[in-house]
């Protein structure tokens, strides 16, 4: 019987397994059009019994389903501590305990199982080769990251010096003053907090200018690193064709 389940849990290749994963799939889009509902104003009270008692059925669901994984997984504690436990796990917990935080919105990651449902064996080839990209490209990534924020923090104290005294409240501190780092790097510029002294514009500049650079690198390392996983691919395939 465990394994029979077993079957059916883990494996799309049948039909009852792709009718469980079907299953599934269905009852977390339903639970996530319910949840989006749910953030309309002006709700009726019967919508709002309706759409509780949708997602009470749901979680319910969702606390048998991950309760059936760890019954027939042959190793619980792995799959419990694996991606896809954890998300099955945060899919019902915050919702069964009233933990004070909605988490329901990560049950779309677990629509992610729709790629092993569908075997879509080009989009696994190429989850590989951004993992290769990823490991190849980490160490810059990190050193990149880390000067990013060195340069965050300098874009902070650097905007509070020019416009503290011009504009007390919005840069009351170096805390105050980097959401407008935050927003002026990565040059998205919301607008809310501007710099109206002439050495702050100034400085604005070079932020700005430092900016590109922060939104561009991390692209290009990944570009760079996606070819050469490429490259390794192809060489991969060649050798294992070569007749030897």
Request: aromatic content about 10%; some cysteine; proline content about 3%.
């Amino acid at each position: 019987m465990k394994e029979s389940l077993r079957v059916i849990v883990e494996r799309s290749d049948t039909a009852a397994g792709r009718a469980f994963d079907l299953a599934v799939q269905s009852v977390i889009l339903v639970s996530l059009v319910a949840y989006s509902l749910e953030t309309l104003p002006g709700l009726s009270p019967w919508a709002r019994q309706t759409l509780g008692a949708i997602e009470t059925a749901t979680t319910m669901l969702f606390v048998a389903e991950y309760g059936l994984r760890l019954a027939v997984a042959q190793r619980p504690l792995a799959y419990a501590g694996s991606f896809f436990g954890v998300i099955d796990l945060l899919a019902f917990l915050p919702s069964l305990l009233s933990l004070g935080f909605d988490a329901r919105a990560l049950r779309a990651l677990r629509l992610l199982r729709l790629f092993r449902l569908l075997k879509l064996a080009r989009y696994n080839a190429a989850v590989r080769r951004l993992h290769l990209a990823l490991r190849i490209a980490w160490e810059e990534l990190v050193l990149f990251f880390c000067g990013a924020t060195i340069l965050l923090y300098l874009a902070a104290v650097g905007i509070h010096h020019f416009e503290h005294e011009a504009q007390p409240e919005a840069f009351a501190s170096v805390f105050h003053a980097l959401w407008w780092a935050v927003a002026t790097l990565t040059t998205v510029g919301y607008g809310d907090v501007v710099p109206v002294t002439s050495g702050g514009r100034a400085f604005t500049f070079l932020v700005l200018v430092g900016g590109l650079g922060v939104v561009a690198t991390p692209a290009g390392l990944v570009a760079s690193a996606l070819s050469k996983a490429r490259e390794i691919e192809a060489l991969e395939k060649s050798s294992d064709s070569d007749p030897a």
